[in-house]
């Protein structure tokens, strides 16, 4: 036997000696013997579309929602090593791909899989590119519908890594911009592309990779991803502003149990509305169930909870499977101060507060002028 062929008969000898004394359980409910159950697997047979707002018109295919045993099993295959599941997820990828239109829009390109990339960061950390099997399993796939497809690392990222868990939209939005690169040597005249990622959560990377091969001048077809994480029923919110506790409304509208944790005072909560709007909005929440965690942070996020820290600096574990960042807004002046003639700014620009605001705001400017 060869080098390659040598290795590979030592790592499957070893993987099965390993698993003859050290047992595994399945990654999403630890079920024994399995690498991932088939209840767990069921989970993974969704197909959820949404559109990628990329001005393109490419859209996402999911296979799951990012909560429970599906969330246990991508981070265990992610963030500790359990490459059993590369097979498995695969699979699962291929089936999402089999229920989508991407197969036929597809054909007459040369298509070029491209796994979405990560951080270098966390490209040390893991040892590997994750998600390189799934852009392999998915060309196999679309090479048996007769499509010219081979996987491709057409794209680079400069970016910091950061869980999913702790960046919100605004903040994954500012820090990959400007940071995902392609390789414009990789890709050939009339190639199409389609990405390949684990998880979208507000959608900014894959909005940044396909605005990047758009620029490139190349089609992307769609994207293939297991799970967009989407609205649990457990929603803690965290702020206090007009935002706040407009998001908390539309969340209960939704049916969604919400509690709102927040670092300033209970006189504080609601700040924009007008006191009419927090008479009739507080009470009417507080009936709904919501509970109001005034003095409060979130000190950590957990597998189906949050912690919470008090103000009287007790920690307190609440359920939750979604985390909604609605802290104060920081005004976006950068337009402003990088012009050199006289510039009046207005509304969320100067400050971020309500339309009421800003409408007077936008009032007395014309009126200065």
Request: glycine share 8%; proline share 4%; with cysteine.
């Amino acid at each position: 036997m060869d080098g390659p062929s040598v290795y590979k008969w030592w790592h499957a000898m070893w993987a099965q000696v390993c698993n003859l004394l050290f047992p595994r359980g399945c990654a999403g409910c630890d079920a024994p013997d399995e690498v991932l159950c088939a209840a767990c697997w069921a989970l993974f047979a969704q197909c959820r579309e949404r559109d990628a707002d990329s001005g393109g018109g490419a859209r996402i295919w999911s296979a799951s929602i990012y909560q429970g045993a599906v969330r246990r099993a991508i981070l265990d295959w992610k963030d500790h090593d359990d490459t059993e599941l590369d097979g498995p997820f695969g699979r699962i990828m291929v089936s999402l791909l089999n229920k989508t239109p991407i197969p036929s829009s597809c054909l007459g390109h040369r298509v070029l899989v491209v796994p979405v990339p990560s951080s270098r960061a966390s490209m040390r950390r893991r040892g590997r590119a994750h998600t390189a099997p799934l852009a392999k399993s998915v060309a196999g796939a679309l090479r048996g519908y007769g499509v010219d497809a081979r996987p491709c690392n057409a794209l680079s990222s400069s970016t910091k890594a950061r869980s999913v868990q702790q960046v919100s939209s605004a903040q994954r939005a500012r820090r990959i911009t400007g940071h995902v690169r392609v390789k414009r040597d990789l890709i050939g005249n009339g190639d199409a592309v389609l990405l390949v990622d684990d998880i979208v959560t507000t959608g900014a990377t894959v909005r940044q990779c396909v605005q990047a091969f758009q620029q490139a001048g190349t089609k992307v077809v769609g994207i293939d991803d297991f799970m967009m994480a989407d609205i649990a029923e457990e929603v803690v919110i965290v702020g206090s502003n007009v935002q706040a506790i407009d998001a908390a409304m539309y969340l209960l509208a939704q049916g969604k149990h919400v509690q709102v944790v927040t670092p300033n005072a209970a006189s504080a909560i609601g700040a924009g509305h007008s006191f009419w709007m927090k008479t009739f909005t507080q009470p009417n929440m507080k009936a709904l169930g919501v509970r109001f965690w005034p003095e409060a942070t979130v000190t950590a996020v957990n597998d189906g909870s949050v912690t919470v820290k008090t103000a009287t600096g007790i920690e307190q574990e609440i359920a939750c499977g979604t985390v909604v960042e609605a802290l104060d807004c920081l005004p976006n002046d950068s337009l402003s101060t990088g012009l050199s003639c006289e510039v009046v700014t207005v509304g969320d620009a100067a400050r971020p507060f309500n339309i009421g605001e800003a409408i007077c705001s936008g009032n007395a400017a014309a009126r200065a002028i």
